[in-house]
């Protein structure tokens, strides 16, 4: 099985930082794209941030110059660095991951089950 494990979120001012940690376990040969994805209450989910296995980065305009990913491929592991935290930012983040796992397999995206961000005015 493979488990996608999200950690980090919490309640902060804005203005403030928070750092989510993502961990897959599991039976994996190699994940791919890593991504964080956000779901505010009312609203679709969103892209918020992806990094390649080679570590090319993508970002929505809205957290472009605020968030950073980043990746450890060797503890399978992604990153969020939030700075400069606005109300807007409010959601439920969640990460997923590309993964085969075996050498052969179809890359299957797995989905963590999401830490809530809370950012208060």
């Known amino acids: 099985q493979v488990q996608l494990v999200e950690s980090g979120g919490g309640l902060v001012q804005a203005g403030g930082s928070l750092r989510l940690s993502c961990a897959a376990s599991g039976s994996i040969f190699r994940v791919d794209d890593m991504a964080w994805y956000r779901q505010a209450p009312g609203k679709q989910r969103e892209l918020v941030a992806l990094?390649?296995?080679?570590?090319?980065?993508n970002y929505a305009e809205t957290v472009k110059g605020r968030f950073t990913i980043s990746r450890d491929n060797a503890k399978k592991t992604v990153i969020l660095q939030m700075n400069s935290l606005k109300p807007e930012d409010t959601a439920v983040y969640f990460c997923?991951?590309?993964?085969?796992?075996?050498?052969?397999?179809?890359?299957?995206?797995?989905w963590g089950q999401g830490t809530q961000v809370t950012v208060s005015s």
């Open positions: 990094i390649t296995r080679g570590g090319n980065t």
């Open positions: 997923n991951g590309d993964v085969a796992r075996t050498p052969n397999s179809v890359v299957i995206k797995y």
